[in-house]
Nanobody, 124 residues
């Protein structure tokens, strides 16, 4: 099983990035996919999640209206489009695959697989 995240980098405040997470080794379309982020020394924070069909999504209040999660089941990839980035969005971003949508996923319950992080740095 592999979740390979990419697309992080350094961007100025107000800019955009698109993160990608390529999955392999499990039945991608059967899983809820999502993103978390973590700043060193702080707790992991839920960002967004999406069910297999692509129409059932959840986002943290802190990113609503700025970040959009999507998935391509044919390519086994989940994306996070991040617009109007703020310095407080600076973190390591991790993709995850889990069984349950909603508050369970947000709390990390039922998550079977985690990817390695990709670093996002937003300068002011």
């Amino acid at each position: 099983v592999q979740l390979q995240a990419s697309g992080g980098g350094l961007v100025q405040a107000g800019g955009s990035l698109r993160l990608s997470c390529a999955a392999s080794g499990f039945t991608f379309s059967s899983y809820v996919m999502g993103w978390f982020r973590q700043v060193p020394g702080k707790e992991r924070e839920f960002v967004a999640s999406i069910r297999w069909g692509g129409t059932d999504t959840y986002s943290a209040d802190s990113v609503k209206g700025r970040f959009t999660i999507s998935r391509d089941n044919a390519e086994n990839t989940v994306y996070l489009r991040m617009n109007r980035l703020k310095p407080e969005d600076t973190a390591d971003y991790y993709c995850a695959a889990g069984k349950y949508q909603g508050r369970y996923f947000q709390q990390g319950v039922g998550i079977d697989y985690w990817g390695e992080g990709t670093q996002v740095t937003v300068s002011s």
